[in-house]
C-alpha cells in the first residue's frame, strides 16, 4: 500500500534502525500515543497551561521493525537529499559513517524493492498500528 502518513511516523533520530534503542523509541512513542494520549489525566498540565485537550491518535506509524511486518511503503525519492541533509546535519551521530549516501540509498533501494515501487525509486517501509479509534 503506497500512500503519506496521517498518523505518528516514529523512528530513531539517525534515520538508521540500529542497537538497543529502536525497542525503546518504539515502546515510548507507542505510549505516549495509546494509551496516554487520549487520558486527559496522563498529561493535566497541558490543558491546564496550554488548553490541549486529550486527543484519539488515530494511527501510529512505526519504522525499522522487522521486513514482515512492513504494512505500508512511502515512496521517498524526491526527498532523499533533504533527508540526507538532515542526517547529516546529526553530526555526533553519523560523521562517523564512512558513506552515508551510499548506505541510505541502498537501504531505501531495498525498502522500495520490498514495496514494488519499481527500479530507481527510493522508500520508507513502515508497520501501520491502529489504536483502536
Given amino acids: 500500500m503506497r500512500q503519506q502518513p496521517s498518523g505518528s511516523p516514529t523512528w530513531p533520530s ?15 512513542a507507542t505510549c505516549a500515543v495509546y494509551p496516554d494520549a487520549r487520558n486527559a489525566f496522563a498529561y493535566p498540565e497541558l490543558l491546564a497551561d496550554e488548553g490541549l485537550d486529550a486527543w484519539v491518535v488515530p494511527e501510529v506509524w512505526l519504522q525499522g521493525g522487522p521486513a514482515e511486518r512492513t504494512t505500508t511503503y512511502v515512496d521517498a525519492t524526491d ?36 514495496g514494488k515501487l519499481g527500479p530507481g525509486r527510493l522508500a520508507e517501509g513502515f508497520q501501520v498500528l491502529d489504536t483502536g479509534e
Avoid: N, Y
Fill in 14 to 28: 539517525s534515520g538508521i534502525p540500529t542497537g538497543a534503542s529502536l525497542p525503546t523509541s518504539r515502546c515510548a
Fill in 79 to 114: 526527498a532523499f537529499e533533504a533527508k540526507l541533509a538532515a542526517l547529516r546535519a546529526h553530526v555526533s551521530q553519523t560523521e562517523h559513517m564512512d558513506d552515508l549516501e551510499a548506505l541510505l540509498r541502498s537501504w531505501m533501494t531495498g525498502v522500495a524493492w520490498a
